[in-house]
Nanobody
């Protein structure tokens, strides 16, 4: 079992920055890929970014060049640095952890989410 707790959300003006954190506890964290998803009211949950256990990163086209995902295995934490925020980035941001090989279909762990609101 892995427990995930997100933090760092809040209200920010367009063009501003926020850094989200996802802290893991429970099972081994360093051997899992970790990703960020977001969900706005009435919308589906969308992929934002992912970092593999080896440190390789993947981003949604909508956030490339603005968001950066990183991990600190010593702290069991994954970060999402969000710059140049836009109103359309407003959503609940959720953290997901799963083994690299079964990321798309296997057992995954999710956090409760943190709200990000970007005002225009």
């Amino acid at each position: 079992q892995v427990q995930l707790v997100e933090s760092g959300g809040g209200l920010v003006q367009a063009g501003g920055s926020l850094r989200l954190s996802c802290v893991a506890s429970g099972s081994t964290f360093s051997n899992k890929a970790v990703g960020w998803y977001r969900q706005a009211p009435g919308n589906q949950r969308d992929f934002v970014a992912r970092i593999s256990s080896g440190g390789s990163t993947t981003y949604a086209d909508s956030v490339k060049g603005r968001f950066t995902i990183s991990r600190d295995n010593a702290k069991n934490t994954v970060y999402l640095q969000m710059n140049s925020l836009k109103p359309e980035d407003t959503a609940v941001y959720l953290c997901k952890a799963a083994p690299d090989g079964t990321w798309s279909w296997g057992l995954a762990y999710w956090g409760q989410g943190t709200q990000v609101t970007v005002s225009s």
